[in-house]
C-alpha cells in the first residue's frame, strides 16, 4: 500500500519523535554543561562529572557514570549502543538506540525522548530513568553543584572495600585513591608563555573615526615563578594598561622558610578589606598568606576580582543563582565585593563571555564551618601596597600618590570549633593616615556559625560587629549588627557618622513544582543604617526567580527608604527562553529595568534573539532603548555574526539607531601555546586558553620496571586519565601523549590513570598518580609506566580418611621471596577455589598461613616457589592438600611395645 505524501511524513516524524537519542541542539548543551561532585553516601567519589542540566532535569553520561560505579557495561564506539550488567551478571543490561531497544534482565524497558539522548560518542540519561534501571537514588543539589547516590543494594565499589578489609589492597594498581601525596613542580627561568591575544577595529559614521585596539593575556614561568601579563591599548594613545605579577603556590604550605606560606604573590596584585577596618586595594607590592585555598578569610563575605579582556562580559552565580553581571572596565579588570557567604558549602561560578562568542567558566568551592583555622594552627595574611600605582606607568595619568598601605591579620584555632582572629591595617585616606587593630573570635555553638570583633583607630575610638548564620528547614539565616563610636574613622560617610548597621540576609532553597518547574522560595535581604544626627536609611530587597521548561524568569525588586529623601521601589526583570525545540538553536532574552515608585517608568528596555547555526557559527540582533537619556525614544539595535575557525575566532557587528548612527566592529581572538604533543614550538587555538593549567600526560611500558622512560621502551596508546576521582575525555594518541587542559590553577588536584581505558587485562600502572598545583599557561609533563601483571590461583583441599575435600575460608599468605614481606593475605571460597588478580612482576612464597596450621593442628606441603616474568603471566598451583595431624601414642604405651618379642 502507498501512503500520501503528507501522511508518510507525519509517520516519520512520529518515529523519529520516539526515538528517545535526538541531541539539543549545541547551544542548548552549551548553555546546560555542569560539571557535578558525586558522592556515594558521605564519600566523594567523583570531583568532575561532566553532565547537563536540561528542563530541570540532570542528564548524567552512562559510560562515565557506569565506569565510577564500576558496572561491566562498555559503550560502542558510535555513542549508540551499550552491553553489561550491574551489581550481579544476572541483572543483564543491553540498550541499543538505532533499534530503540533497551533491556534489563531480557526484559524490554519503555522510555521516550525526554529520557536519554547521544552526544559526541556519550549517552546521556536522566536520573529518572537511571533510578529506574539500577535501582540507585540520586540526590541533585543544583546550588552546591553536588549528586549524592544511595542503593538498596551494595554497589561494586562497596563489595570491594569490604573485600580489601578481608584480603588486604594487594590490588593497588587498580585503586582509585580519593587523595594523592603532593608532588611539587620545579619552577623554570623562563618558558614559552600561552597568550591569549583580541584584535578589535571599528568604524564610527556619525564622526568618520577609524579606530583599532587590542589586548593580550600571557602567562607562564619567569625568573623561577609563575609570571602573568596583562596589557591592552588602541591605536590613538598607545599602550594604555600593562600589569605583571609573579607569585608561587605550594599545598604543603613550604614556601619563605620557617613562614610556611602557601602561596605569595609580588607586582601588580590585590588586597581584601577586612570588617570594620577596611583596606581593599589594587597597587604594586606583595603580599604572603597560609590561608587554605578554598577558605574565605572573612566570615560572611568574600571578593573576587581579577584581570578581564575589553568587550568582555562576566556573570557570577551564587549556590546556582545570578549574582552580579559586569563588564569589562577601562582598566581591564572585574571585581565582585563583598560577595555573601553561607555556613557550609558555597559554589561560585564566574561564567565569561568573550566578543566573538568564547565561553569559559572558573569555579571555586568554598567551604565554612565556623572555624578560621584547624585547632592548634595559626592562619595568617600581610600585605604591602602601593594603592593606584602599578609596576609600569604607561598611561598618560599618572597616580603621583607614593602612600604606602599594610595589612596583617592572623587566626588561631582554639579548640575544633572556636578560633581567635586579629588584624593590624595602616593606609591614607583622603590625605590622612589611617590606622586600626582589630580583635575577634569566630565559631560554632549547636547550630548556630558565630562571629564577634571589635576594632580600634589611632585615637582609641571603638567599634564592633556581632554576626549569626544558622539554617532551619532547609532556610538559610544570615544576621549582623555593627556599632560604632561618634569618631571611629572608618564610619564616616559625608561627614555624618554612623551610628549603628543592621542587616539580615534569609535564602531559602529551591521549590520543585513538578519534574519539569521549580522556583525559589524566598530570598529576602533587609539592611538599615542610623547615623549620629539622627538619619536613618533602609533597603528591602527580594530576589524571584521561576523555570518552567525552556522559560526562566527571575526578577528583583528593591524598596530604600531615607529619612531625607524621598522613598523608592526599583526593579530588574529579566526572561530567557531557549526556543530549541521550536527552532533549533534558537534562544531570546529579555531585559527591563524600571521604577515604581516615587515615579512609574521604564528605565531601560532590551530584547536580543540568537540564533547557532552550528557550533562553530552563530548570529545575533539586540535591541536596546534607554528610557532615561535625552533622546529616549531612539532604540539602538546590533547584529553580529561569529564564527570559530581551527585556529582564531572571527567576529562582525553593525549597530546603529534610526538616525543612521553606524557603527562597524571587526574582533579577531586567538590563544597562541606551546605544542609539545606534536613536538612543535608553537600552536594556535581559537579559544581563550591562558590562563588555564595544563598537563602532558605520557604513558609507556615500562620493561625495566626503573620508573624512567628508556629510549627503546614503546608508548601505549589509547590511555585515559582521573582528575580529581572525575574521568577527563581523550585517550592518549600513537605517542603515548594526551594533553589534559583546563585544570584550576593555584589549588591541588590529582591526576591519575584510568584503569578501565587499559585494553590488555594485564597492564596496570606502576604509578599511583600524582598530586600538583597546576599553572596558568605552564604545561606540566607527567609519566605513567605501565608494567604488566600477572594472576595466581589454585585450590585447597582437606584430606579426610582419604578424601579430598574442598576447604572454605582457608587463609593463604603471599609473601616476597627475598624478603619474606607479606604481599597479601587471601581466602578461598567456598569450593576451596582461589584467585589473587594484579600481582606485580616478582618472586613470591605462597603458603598456607602458620597460625591457621597450628591453631587447627594441621599440616601442609612446602610453601610454593612462584614468578612472575615481566610479560606477565597466569600461574595455577598444585593442589594444597591439608592433613590432620597424628594424635601422639602415651609413652608407657610405647615402651610396652617396645619389649615385645
Not at 607586582?267 to 597560609?290: E, H, K, M, P, Y
Not at 578569610?297 to 562580559?313: A, H, K, M, V
Not at 552580579?324 to 579588570?333: I, L, P
Not at 608494567?787 to 579426610?800: A, K, M, N, P
Amino acid at each position: 500500500m502507498k501512503l500520501p505524501h503528507h501522511r508518510f511524513w507525519l509517520l516519520c516524524w512520529g518515529l523519529l519523535s520516539q526515538s528517545g537519542h535526538a541531541a539539543p541542539s549545541a547551544e542548548a548543551l552549551l548553555q546546560a554543561e555542569t560539571i557535578f561532585q558525586l558522592a556515594l553516601g558521605r564519600q566523594v567519589i567523583s570531583d568532575g562529572l561532566f553532565a547537563y542540566q536540561l528542563e530541570q532535569q540532570s542528564y548524567l553520561p552512562l559510560g562515565e557514570l557506569t565506569r565510577v560505579l564500576e558496572f561491566p557495561i562498555m559503550l560502542g564506539p558510535d555513542g549508540q549502543r551499550a552491553e553489561g550488567w550491574f551489581i550481579s551478571p544476572l541483572n543483564t543490561f543491553s540498550l541499543d538506540l538505532s533499534a530503540q531497544r533497551i533491556e534489563i534482565r531480557e526484559k524490554q524497558i519503555p522510555y521516550t525522548s525526554d529520557d536519554l539522548f547521544s552526544s559526541e560518542g556519550e549517552i546521556y540519561v536522566s536520573t529518572k530513568q537511571l533510578s529506574r534501571w539500577f535501582g540507585l537514588e540520586f540526590n541533585v543539589s543544583m546550588p552546591a553543584l553536588s549528586i549524592t547516590l544511595s542503593s538498596e543494594q551494595p554497589l561494586p565499589m562497596q563489595q570491594r572495600a569490604s573485600r580489601d578489609q578481608r584480603y588486604g589492597n594487594f590490588s593497588k594498581g587498580f585503586t582509585i585513591k580519593s587523595e594523592l601525596p603532593y608532588t611539587p613542580m620545579p619552577y623554570q627561568l623562563i618558558a614559552t608563555p600561552a597568550a591569549s591575544i583580541n584584535l578589535d577595529s571599528s568604524y564610527a559614521q556619525q564622526n568618520g573615526l577609524a579606530r583599532s585596539s587590542y589586548s593580550a593575556q600571557l602567562h607562564g614561568d619567569l625568573l623561577y615563578h609563575s609570571g602573568q601579563l596583562f596589557l591592552s591599548g588602541d591605536d590613538q594613545n598607545g599602550l594604555q594598561n600593562l600589569r605583571l605579577q609573579l607569585g608561587k603556590d605550594d599545598f604543603n604550605s613550604q614556601l619563605l622558610g620557617s613562614l610556611h606560606a602557601n602561596r605569595y604573590r609580588l607586582g601588580d596584585i590585590s588586597v581584601q578589606s577586612r570588617a570594620l577596618i577596611g583596606g581593599s586595594f589594587s597597587g604594586r607590592g606583595f603580599q604572603f598568606s597560609s590561608i587554605p585555598k578554598n577558605q574565605s578569610s572573612e566570615f560572611n563575605r568574600i571578593t573576587l576580582e581579577g584581570d578581564l579582556q575589553p568587550q568582555y562580559d562576566v556573570e557570577l552565580y551564587r549556590n546556582g543563582g545570578l549574582y552580579e553581571f559586569q563588564r569589562a572596565s577601562e582598566t581591564g579588570r572585574y571585581k565582585f565585593e563583598n560577595v555573601p557567604l553561607f555556613q557550609g558549602m558555597n559554589v561560585l561560578k564566574l561564567i565569561f563571555y568573550g566578543p566573538q562568542g568564547q565561553q569559559y567558566e572558573k569555579i571555586q568551592r568554598l567551604y565554612s564551618d565556623g572555624a578560621a583555622a584547624k585547632a592548634g594552627k595559626l592562619n595568617y595574611r600581610f600585605s604591602l601596597t602601593q594603592p593606584s600605582q602599578t609596576l609600569f606607568s604607561v598611561s598618560d595619568q599618572r597616580n603621583d600618590d607614593q602612600s604606602v598601605a599594610w595589612l596583617a591579620s592572623a587566626s588561631y584555632g582554639l579548640s575544633r570549633n572556636l578560633s581567635a582572629t586579629a588584624s593590624l591595617a595602616q593606609y591614607e585616606e583622603e590625605q590622612e593616615q589611617q590606622s586600626f587593630a582589630n580583635l575577634g573570635l569566630r565559631g560554632t555553638l549547636g547550630a548556630f556559625l558565630a562571629q564577634s570583633e571589635i576594632a580600634l583607630d589611632q585615637n582609641g575610638h571603638s567599634a564592633g560587629v556581632f554576626g549569626l548564620q544558622t539554617e532551619w528547614n532547609n532556610i538559610r539565616f544570615d544576621l549582623s549588627h555593627s556599632q560604632y563610636s561618634r569618631d571611629f574613622r572608618n564610619a564616616n560617610p559625608n561627614g555624618d557618622p554612623l551610628q549603628q548597621s543592621n542587616s539580615l540576609r534569609i535564602e531559602g532553597s529551591p521549590l520543585r513544582l513538578g519534574d519539569r518547574a521549580s522556583t525559589s522560595l524566598f530570598n529576602l535581604n533587609l539592611s538599615q543604617n542610623r547615623q549620629f544626627s539622627g538619619r536613618s536609611s533602609s533597603s528591602v530587597g527580594h530576589n524571584f526567580w521561576l523555570s518552567v521548561g525552556s522559560l526562566s524568569l527571575s526578577n528583583d525588586l528593591r524598596y530604600q527608604e531615607n529619612s531625607s529623601s524621598d522613598a523608592t521601589l526599583n526593579g530588574s526583570a529579566r526572561l530567557s527562553f531557549n526556543a530549541d525545540k521550536l527552532l533549533k538553536g534558537f534562544n531570546l532574552r529579555s531585559n527591563v529595568d524600571y521604577s515604581i515608585d516615587p515615579e512609574q517608568q521604564t528605565q531601560n528596555a532590551s530584547l536580543g534573539a540568537n540564533y547557532r547555526f552550528d557550533q562553530k557559527r552563530n548570529i545575533s540582533l539586540i535591541a536596546n532603548r534607554n528610557y532615561q537619556t535625552a533622546n529616549n525614544q531612539t532604540v539602538y539595535y546590533s547584529l553580529g555574526y561569529n564564527q570559530r575557525f581551527r585556529v582564531l575566532n572571527f567576529g562582525a557587528t553593525l549597530s546603529g539607531s534610526q538616525q543612521d548612527d553606524l557603527y562597524l566592529g571587526l574582533k579577531l581572538s586567538f590563544s597562541v601555546l606551546p605544542d609539545p604533543v606534536r613536538n612543535r614550538p608553537l600552536f594556535f587555538a581559537s579559544t581563550s586558553k591562558a590562563q588555564e593549567g595544563s598537563v602532558l600526560a605520557q604513558s609507556y611500558l615500562d620493561e625495566n620496571r626503573n620508573g624512567k622512560r628508556d629510549f627503546w621502551e614503546q608508548p601505549v596508546q589509547g590511555v585515559g586519565f582521573i582528575i580529581n576521582r572525575g574521568y577527563r575525555p581523550g585517550l592518549s594518541n600513537r605517542h603515548g601523549k594526551l594533553l589534559l587542559s583546563g585544570l584550576n590553577s593555584g589549588g591541588k588536584v590529582d591526576i591519575q590513570l584510568n584503569p578501565s581505558t587499559l585494553g590488555d587485562p594485564y597492564l596496570i600502572s606502576s604509578s599511583e598518580g600524582y598530586g600538583i598545583t597546576p599553572r596558568p599557561g605552564h604545561i606540566m609533563q607527567l609519566d605513567f609506566p605501565l608494567i604488566s601483571i600477572g594472576e595466581i590461583d589454585g585450590h585447597v583441599y582437606l584430606l579426610r580418611d582419604g578424601e579430598k575435600i574442598e576447604a572454605a575460608n582457608v587463609s593463604l599468605q603471599l609473601s616476597h621471596a627475598e624478603t619474606g614481606e607479606v604481599a597479601t593475605i587471601l581466602r578461598s571460597e567456598y569450593d576451596g577455589y582461589f584467585y589473587l588478580p594484579n600481582v606485580t612482576p616478582g618472586k613470591y612464597r605462597l603458603q598456607v598461613e602458620p597460625t591457621l596450621l597450628k591453631r587447627l593442628k594441621l599440616n601442609a606441603p612446602d610453601p610454593f616457589e612462584i614468578e612472575i616474568s615481566a610479560s606477565g603471566d597466569s600461574i595455577t598451583t598444585p593442589d594444597l592438600i591439608l592433613k590432620r595431624l597424628k594424635k601422639p601414642q602415651p609413652f608407657n604405651q610405647t615402651m610396652s611395645q617396645r619389649r615385645a618379642p
